[in-house]
T-cell receptor
Framework: GNSVTQMEGPVTLSEEAFLTINCTYTATGYPSLFWYVQYPGEGLQLLLKATKADDKGSNKGFEATYRKETTSFHLEKGSVQVSDSAVYFC??????????????FGQGTILTVHP | EAQVTQNPRYLITVTGKKLTVTCSQNMNHEYMSWYRQDPGLGLRQIYYSMNVEVTDKGDVPEGYKVSRKEKRNFPLILESPSPNQTSLYFCASQDRAQETQYFGPGTRLLVL
């Protein structure tokens, strides 16, 4: 079946540091890939997504590129802020394209940014 | 405002006492889903619904029931809760034409 593996956390950074959170996946078809973010006490919200190979998703200074050859979707940000402190989830959808389906999540990575 | 609401947000109960967690969305989405979030495991799907009166099991359905009598509502029912159902629960909805799921704020459940 499908699976998503994220780098172990937690990750602690100083403000303005570079961020990378690794994500690799296993899927039988051609999934869409997502990064969701969960701020303290809140539900998940979509951060960015990519629906096909070599697509780059971006939002709020975060970026991730869909790499089919390495089955990866690593999240990056050039300069993190304290307000980026949250839990980040990598996920894939079972059905690619415009069909909807179950989201398969990684285990989540806790990011803490210090001033 | 487009949103998914859940109630209650926090619940402490005892083993065997039936409970229902409500979920409602105001976006006219066909697809709705329940997940549970546990440390180190991410989110796992419990049940989902493609439309009214259409529901199916996710990865961890044991001990849970759902119903979808109206498009906007998708309650999660624990007929006889057990301590291993202590968790953080999220409801989500999605439009058929989009791939973005919208999540509720979560319900933290403690079963003693």
């Amino acid at each position: 079946g499908n699976s998503v593996t994220q780098m172990e956390g937690p990750v602690t950074l100083s403000e303005e540091a570079f961020l990378t959170i690794n994500c690799t996946y296993t899927a039988t078809g051609y999934p869409s890939l997502f990064w969701y973010v969960q701020y303290p006490g809140e539900g998940l919200q979509l951060l960015l997504k990519a629906t096909k190979a070599d697509d780059k998703g971006s939002n709020k200074g975060f970026e991730a590129t869909y790499r089919k050859e390495t089955t990866s979707f690593h999240l990056e940000k050039g300069s993190v802020q304290v307000s980026d402190s949250a839990v980040y989830f990598c996920a894939l959808s079972e059905s690619g394209g415009t069909s909807y389906g179950k989201l398969t999540f990684g285990q989540g990575t806790i990011l803490t940014v210090h001033p | 405002e487009a949103q998914v609401t859940q109630n209650p947000r926090y619940l402490i109960t005892v083993t065997g006492k039936k409970l229902t967690v409500t979920c409602s969305q105001n976006m006219n989405h066909e697809y709705m889903s329940w997940y549970r979030q546990d440390p180190g495991l991410g989110l796992r799907q419990i049940y989902y619904s493609m439309n009214v009166e259409v529901t199916d099991k996710g990865d961890v359905p044991e001990g849970y029931k759902v119903s979808r009598k109206e498009k906007r509502n998708f309650p999660l029912i624990l007929e006889s809760p057990s301590p291993n159902q202590t968790s953080l629960y999220f409801c989500a909805s999605q439009d058929r034409a989009q791939e973005t799921q919208y999540f509720g704020p979560g319900t933290r459940l403690l079963v003693l």
